[in-house]
């Protein structure tokens, strides 16, 4: 059953924008469309990978693809060594029991993390859906597994005990479905699956769970006409029931990833280590090696806390929004190693999140001292300099702000007036506070608050 798309009613845009236009169903009017507020202000974010593929949790969430797909060796023979002869893919899927999973729990932890919004995946590349899909029968979380509506439940959770903005990950593509494998062959001159399967749960999804965020991917390299991705894009700006505030990204189509949507992506991981002109969003993993949960992950695979505060550093001054993704267990629980990350990025937000959230890009983005990070706050005219490692002679030297007798510097957290001397022919150099461990006001990353400097 195709869509039917209309463009009558008139669109109300965000506060601040005197909002009547009609977006239609080119990129044209698609691009022209300005990205909500709330998401620059937000900074950061939380990706959760979950699925069937949680169930054999090994080596990566592609693991149907790379066993029955490309037929890696290492995955053809875990299979062959701990599952029977005629084991199938599906054969998993009963085993996503979920047991353990609450979604007020992983509100809470989500919560402490500092994080604005989530992006849960609904349906990967497998086509598995984490909800119950009219247009996807029995491969779907309430008809098998756990019999739950997850996706749901995870609304209902952030709405009812949290501030935390919902967003849904959708692939558009799924690897092994027949429909999709016919338009495939015919170079996408049909368009079967797009219109009986993906462009329904899109619809459902919207109507269903009202996200504010919508991150589509998995164009499986068909072109945006085949996925009808702009006319889909014109019902939502215009019509949905979240035009005011829904935010999407760049994985539209071949050739549309950063070129065209709303914020841009780019590739995964992506960071660009300089300002762009257009909003982006650097997408990466706790778990350096997968998306998805991975029983046989070492502890090196993970990173730290001071490599993930260097990451979201970086990655707002250059402009950009973290999406930083951890992989629940097929039973439903967050690892205690994902948990800790998230908790402590908590921690760090606590002391330095005025330097984060509601931030806008500096002049410049870092200083000739490597371990240094700008951000700046128009406002109040803060600039932020967000030191990466604490140096061992007590002092700083930031190279790149221009002072008068009226700069003040304070280290956040501490909220003391730090003494600091001009250099030349610019900068400054910055007497820090001789403090113990325990007064520290954070323990892997500090932040400078500069006023009266430009």
């Known amino acids: 059953m195709r869509p039917v798309l209309a463009f009558g009613a ?30 620059d202000q937000a900074k950061f974010g939380i990706f959760v990978h979950w699925g069937v593929f949680s169930v054999p949790s090994f080596g990566s969430e592609w693991f149907w693809w790379y066993w029955q797909g490309q037929k890696m060796k290492s995955y053809v023979d875990f299979m062959h ?71 749901g439940e995870v609304a209902s959770a952030l709405r009812a005990n949290s501030d935390l903005r919902l ?26 699956f797009p219109t009986s399967k993906t462009l329904p749960e899109l619809y459902e999804i919207i109507k269903q769970y009202k996200p504010e965020l919508l991150w589509s991917d998995g164009d499986g390299d068909a072109p945006d006409k085949y996925w009808n991705s702009t006319g889909f894009l014109a019902w939502l700006y215009n019509e949905s029931p979240v035009r005011e505030t829904v935010v999407t990204n760049d994985r539209w189509g071949y050739g549309t990833i950063c070129n065209h949507g709303g914020y841009y992506t780019c590739n995964d991981r992506y960071q660009p280590g300089h300002l762009l002109k257009h909003k982006w969003e650097n997408c990466m993993t706790i778990d350096t090696k997968s ?24 990655t707002v001054s250059c402009g950009g ?84 007798q009226a700069t003040q510097v304070v280290l956040v957290g501490h909220d003391q007036s730090l003494k600091w001397e001009a250099t030349k ?8 506070p001789q403090l113990s461990y325990s007064q ?15």
């Open 291 to 314: 998306w998805g949960y991975r029983r046989n992950a070492p502890l090196k695979d993970y990173l730290s806390i001071e490599q993930l505060v260097q990451t979201l550093a970086e």
């Open 440 to 454: 520290m006001p954070c323990q892997w990353a500090w932040t400078l608050r500069l006023t009266g400097a430009t």
């Open 81 to 151: 060594n701990n599952y029977p002869p005629g084991f199938k893919y599906q054969d998993f899927a009963p085993q996503f029991t979920a047991e353990f999973f609450d979604a007020k729990e992983w509100t809470d932890i989500f919560a402490a993390s500092g994080a604005k919004y989530i992006v849960l995946t609904t349906k990967h590349h497998e086509g598995f859906t984490l909800w119950g899909s009219k247009y996807s029968w029995n491969w779907n979380a309430v008809d098998v597994g756990p019999k739950r509506d997850l996706v």
């Open 321 to 404: 929004n973290l999406l930083m993704n951890v992989g629940p267990t097929h039973d439903g629980r967050i690892a205690p190693v994902f948990e800790e990350r998230l908790r402590q990025m908590g921690q760090w937000l606590g002391v330095n999140g005025q330097a984060i959230y509601n931030t806008s890009a500096w002049r410049a983005q870092k200083d000739a001292n490597p371990n240094v990070w700008y951000t700046y706050r128009p406002q109040e005219k803060y600039i932020f300099a967000i030191l990466l490692e604490w140096p061992d002679d007590g002092f700083v030297v930031l190279q790149e702000p221009l002072v008068s």
């Open 167 to 192: 967003g849904l990950y959708h692939s558009l593509f799924e690897w092994f479905n027949p429909l999709y494998q016919i338009d495939a062959a015919n170079k996408y001159a049909t368009n079967y």
């Open 425 to 432: 022919p610019s900068g400054l150099r910055i007497l820090l």
């Open 10 to 39: 008139p669109l109300i845009l965000f506060i601040g924008i005197c909002g009547c236009q009609q977006y239609q169903p080119t990129w044209e009017s698609i691009d022209s469309r300005p990205l909500p507020e709330w998401y």
